[in-house]
């Protein structure tokens, strides 16, 4: 099994640049393969979880290949795909593979998915539910986990679905099945959960309108069978894995990291906007967009902290972000509250159970329900011990996040099982030890 040790550094400094958006490039493989002819995508994030989608698409028969530093994806147009009996293995992806159910939930295809240990668990009936609605048939409807086997059909019908949750995966994937349909398709969501689906298909020329209603939920709407052109992506490094280097150089005194080309659509910068709200010196500069989406670079100091209560309005914008919060929350002063966080328990792991117990480890107080956590930060000059092992329970940001803790506590932390990093960010360790943490690889028993 492979592991980390994080070791106290004593600042972090540079320039760095993080791969590309994970969701985005999910995106741009996934609806690059409905047009009509050859996208050309740059920046692509070459990690497992995206590489699973890439794979299952090829499998589905898509021409995708490399060529140089660019991929290229030959489209079939939409609601093109056909055959049966294909075995999709999403690996760890939760994007990947309820997107994916999407889309083949909008064509004549048939496949099975499957997932590895920890995305056998999480929820899919969230998925399940609307598509059935869309006219696509599961063989086993009532199954909440993977393996699912799910049969499309070439013209969907048009759906209006109430989402109870703000969900990107369920918003992309019934919209992804809507692409098929004659008519409109429309979701509701009880708060706008990131709209890259949105934006990328606005970009290649679908037309979908985005309103908010008098009850503060809002209204996705998409026009069925839309042409859609064979423009080129380029696509923005990932916010979520900015967080690491970042949260790092606000708790490390002395640090000053600026991260290049991050996205920073709204929907996605909920953390810095919080860490702001908390005292930490960020800045962005540098802003312009491409191919839709926003982008800026984004710099960090040492900063002191204090502990604040986060709107529940924010949840969805910082949804992947809690564990690396929590870890800045631990040197704030005061109290931090999340609250309507219960979505974290179906993450890559149940992220408050793992916070908590994490935490716990390093002599911090937490206080646990359903869907909250507090967080008893206990300032910037206490001194933390260590000397802890964290498991990484198949979940890269959870392993991440103590990583991050690692490089201020006294003593090191290890986090067993580390290759679940290369889900989201391949270059994580490299990248840190070249701002200055340093981290050791280590090969551990089971
Ligand atoms: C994602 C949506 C979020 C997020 C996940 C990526 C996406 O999940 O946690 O990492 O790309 O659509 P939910 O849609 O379940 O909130």
């Known amino acids: 099994m492979n592991s980390i040790s994080s070791n106290k550094s004593s600042k972090l400094i540079g320039d760095i640049i993080v791969p590309g958006d ?23 994030l070459e ?23 660019i991929w290229e994806v030959i ?27 999407g889309l083949i939930a909008g064509s004549d295809v048939e496949a099975t998915i499957l997932g590895d240990e920890s995305l056998s668990k999480r929820p899919m009936k969230r998925i399940i539910k609307p598509l059935i609605k869309t006219g696509a048939v599961f063989d086993n409807p ?16 048009p759906l209006e679905y109430n989402s109870p949750v703000a969900s990107a995966q369920i918003k992309s994937s019934i919209l992804l099945a809507g692409l098929s349909s004659t008519g409109n398709t429309t979701v509701i969501e009880p708060t706008l959960s990131r709209d890259h689906t949105e934006r990328m298909l606005k970009y290649l020329g679908a037309i979908i309108t985005t309103t908010k209603l008098p009850n503060s939920s809002w209204k996705i709407t998409l026009e069925g069978l839309p042409s859609l052109k064979p423009l080129d992506i380029d696509i923005p490094s990932d916010p979520s894995s900015a967080a690491f280097p970042i949260v790092a150089s606000i708790i490390t005194p002395n640090s000053m990291v600026k991260v290049v080309n991050v996205c920073v659509n709204d929907l996605r910068i909920g953390l810095y906007k919080s860490l702001i709200e908390m005292g930490a010196n960020i800045s962005f500069s540098n802003r312009r967009e491409i191919n839709g989406e926003p982008i800026a670079d984004i710099s960090a100091k040492y900063s002191v902290l204090k502990g604040i209560k986060i709107p529940k309005t924010r949840v969805a914008s910082m949804i992947d972000e809690f564990p690396i919060l929590s ?11 999340m609250e309507g966080i219960e979505e974290l328990r179906f993450k890559e792991t149940d992220r408050i159970h793992a916070m908590s117990e994490g935490l716990r480890l390093v002599g911090i107080e937490t206080k646990e329900k359903k869907d909250s956590m507090v967080i008893k930060g206990k300032g910037p000059d206490y001194s933390i011990n260590g000397n802890v092992t964290i498991k990484s329970r198949l979940d890269h940001r959870i392993a991440m996040s103590f990583l991050c803790l690692g490089l201020i506590t006294e003593n090191p932390i290890k986090v067993l099982d ?11 360790f490299e990248t840190m030890n070249k701002i200055g943490a340093n981290l050791k690889r280590i090969q551990t028993d089971k």
């Not at 994970?22 to 692509?44: D, E």
């Open 22 to 44: 994970k969701s985005i490039s999910h995106r741009a493989l996934l609806i690059g393969s409905l047009v009509t002819g050859k996208i050309k995508i740059k920046n692509l």
């Open 47 to 69: 990690s497992d979880d995206v590489i699973a989608t890439l794979d299952a698409l090829k499998t589905l028969g898509l021409k995708i290949q490399k060529d140089k530093n």
């Open 75 to 101: 489209g079939n147009g939409i609601g093109n795909l056909s055959g049966s009996n294909y075995r999709l293995d999403m690996g760890n992806s939760g994007t990947g593979s309820r997107l994916l159910m």
């Open 142 to 157: 009532s199954n909440d986990n993977l393996p699912v086997k799910i049969r499309g059909s070439k013209i969907p019908l």
């Open 327 to 337: 870890i800045a929350a631990i040197r704030a002063i005061g109290e931090t509250t």
């Open 418 to 428: 580390t290759d679940t990093i290369n889900s989201s960010f391949p270059t994580f």
